[in-house]
């Protein structure tokens, strides 16, 4: 059984670019979480889907947006790349209210 | 508003020796609480979880917990630390429904010979 997937691995962007991240949940999850990781720190949650609609949101500008589509998978859109944007970008799948399993993260740097 | 603080920024031990890692916590709600570890350059694994009953829980690896309300803590604990154990925990709060997660700032473990 696969567990959380996500492309790419690594990427870098320059500053004003868009960039999209991609997440395949583990199996028989439903619900993708969104976390940026910026070096040194925790994660911090960006956004949730379920049902294919963005169900809560963490302090993240409109910048960032997403989508989920009706496997499950779920894409990450950041716009206008900032150069703080750089960090690991982590997706975490759950079913239902269990607790989430996260996928190995890509890293993001913008130049 | 809810925080987690995990008020050691790196321990060092020697292979063998017992380790707890301190965390502690501010929640509005019941607390669903978390550890999960991340090595180098990985993803984050869940090492345990507790959601309610029993207030020490094992997990994976060797590792426990204990959950205790009065002090708004949940402290990682290993009698016996392998050269593998070193990487970086994250102490984590949540709660019922699915919530996001929040996150401490990590602790980095080093473990020596």
């Not at chain 2, 508003?1 to 502690?24: F, K, M, W, Y």
């Amino acid at each position: 059984d696969a567990g959380v997937t996500q492309s790419p691995t690594h990427l870098i962007k320059t500053r004003g670019q868009q960039v999209t991240l991609r997440c395949s949940p583990k199996s028989g999850h439903d619900t993708v979480s969104w976390y940026q990781q910026a070096l040194g720190q925790g994660p911090q949650f960006i956004f949730q889907y379920y049902e294919e609609e963005e169900r809560q949101r963490g302090n993240f500008p409109d910048r960032f947006s997403g989508h989920q589509f009706p496997n499950y998978s779920s894409e990450l859109n950041v716009n206008a790349l900032l150069l703080g944007d750089s960090a690991l970008y982590l997706c975490a799948s759950s079913e239902g209210t269990r607790e989430q399993y996260f996928g190995p993260g890509t890293r993001l740097t913008v130049t | 508003a809810q925080s987690v603080t995990q008020p050691d920024i790196h321990i060092t031990v020697s292979e063998g020796a017992s380790l707890e890692l301190r965390c502690n916590y501010s929640y509005g709600a019941t607390p669903y609480l978390f550890w999960y570890v991340q090595s180098p350059g990985q993803g984050l694994q869940l090492l345990l979880k507790y959601f309610s009953g029993d207030t020490l829980v094992q997990g994976i690896k060797g590792f426990e917990a204990e959950f205790k309300r009065s002090q708004s803590s949940f402290n990682l604990r290993k009698p016996s630390v392998h050269w593998s154990d070193a990487a970086e925990y994250f102490c984590a709060v949540g709660a019922e429904g699915n919530t996001p997660l929040v996150f401490g700032k990590g602790t980095r473990l080093s473990v020596i010979a």
